[in-house]
């Protein structure tokens, strides 16, 4: 979305017109920002690692709930949203066991 909108919103049959590759530049920059902060978390958080482990996994569940959303209301199918939806559902289950250590 960052750096090819266009070529994303055309693969899943969307019209790329101006204003949504703007929207996907500011999507994927926010994207980019909060991937980095999850990874240095563990840096951040030190002991309080376990709070954050089990917000992160609720923040998961929530892009996880969309994704499924997604599949179920047809706007996407399977194939279109399977990486979000393993993704998500493997971050959020490991985000919460570690939480639990």
């Not at 902060?37 to 929530?62: H, I, Q, R, Y």
Request: include cysteine.
């Amino acid at each position: 979305m960052l750096l090819m909108g266009e070529m994303m919103f055309e693969s899943v049959g969307m019209t790329a017109t101006e204003d949504l590759v703007s929207m996907g530049i500011w999507t994927g920059a926010t994207m980019m920002i909060i991937g980095i902060m999850t990874w240095k978390m563990p840096d951040w958080a030190g002991e309080n690692l376990s709070d954050v482990g089990k917000f992160m996994a609720v923040f998961m569940c929530a892009w996880l709930a969309i994704a499924i959303y997604e599949v179920v209301s047809g706007k996407f199918t399977v194939a279109q949203n399977a990486i979000p939806l393993v993704g998500n559902a493997l971050f959020a289950g490991l985000l919460y066991w570690k939480s639990q250590d």
